[in-house]
């Protein structure tokens, strides 16, 4: 495989920022953008995620986040409360509470300057389960969504719950 680094835009990151949710807990987010997003604002991707962003798709996020953010997207990696470097439990998966601190999250990204407001979520398997569920709500500002490995049928094609029951 070949690795790109040369992009039309510089590329800075933010490994670690923390965003504060309603109900007090603190998630970690890793922030790729470009270096000129403050004076040209960009538009966002989310990924929201509980697999470990420092270590579980490290490799990954590596290549893809910079590659976005070197063609004018901010991209947002998202530690899900509960997981990684986020405060906080995990009551289940695909929660309305989940859906709501993505919501949260993209709230934030859409007052800071270098934003143009505008975002879209992406995943693969819960990624795109949760990109699916939160582009549900409605929320204000996004506008599109990658889902890879994912369904919007999960009593019939959810891995976990095929026809409904637990697989264990």
């Known amino acids: 495989m070949k690795h790109r680094s040369d992009f039309p835009r510089r590329v800075m ?3 670690d920022q923390r965003i504060m949710m309603p109900d007090g807990v603190e998630l970690s987010v890793r922030i790729w953008l470009p270096e000129d997003a ?3 604002p960009v538009p966002a991707i989310l990924e929201h995620l509980p697999y ?3 270590d579980g798709t490290i490799a990954r996020d590596e290549l893809t986040h910079p590659y976005l953010a070197g063609h004018g ?6 530690d899900m409360r509960g997981n ?3 405060s906080g439990s995990m009551e289940d998966e695909y929660t309305l509470t989940e859906w709501r601190d993505a919501v949260n999250v993209m709230n934030w990204v859409r007052a800071q300057p270098w934003s143009t407001g505008d975002w879209g979520m992406m995943g693969i398997s819960w990624g ?3 990109s699916l569920q939160v582009a549900a709500l409605r929320p204000e500002g996004m506008k599109a969504v990658i889902s890879l490995c994912s369904t919007v049928d999960r009593y019939a094609d959810d891995i976990h719950y095929k026809g409904g029951c637990m697989l264990g």
């Open 73 to 78: 997207y901010a991209c947002i990696r998202v």
């Open 128 to 130: 795109g389960f949760n």
């Open 13 to 15: 990151e933010w490994p």
């Open 38 to 40: 403050e004076n040209n």
């Open 52 to 54: 470990r962003k420092r």
């Open 84 to 86: 990684g470097d986020s």
